[in-house]
């Protein structure tokens, strides 16, 4: 699957846009172009492709690898916090 981070704190947690609905993101879920992780960061308005897990709070994004850590669009509303 693929999405756009649309939200991501400090705190190494955040959302992402998938298909229309909202995935949890967190940090240690996240892998670099070596299948090595965690990230140090991740940040609003990058392309992400992820697996998609079902829990009890909702979809949870797994094995989160960076596709294009592009600026964020416009379109793309986006909330970080530092």
Request: with cysteine; glycine share 10%.
């Amino acid at each position: 699957m693929q999405g756009i981070v649309v939200s991501y704190r400090a705190a190494g947690y955040g959302w992402a846009n998938w298909d229309g609905k909202t995935v949890y993101v967190h940090i240690t879920d996240t892998r670099d172009k070596n299948g090595d992780g965690p990230l140090p960061q991740l940040k609003c308005g990058w392309k992400i492709e992820f697996d998609v897990t079902e829990t009890p709070r909702g979809l949870r994004a797994r094995n989160v690898r960076v596709v294009d850590p592009a600026v964020p669009n416009e379109a793309v509303p986006c909330q970080s916090t530092q």
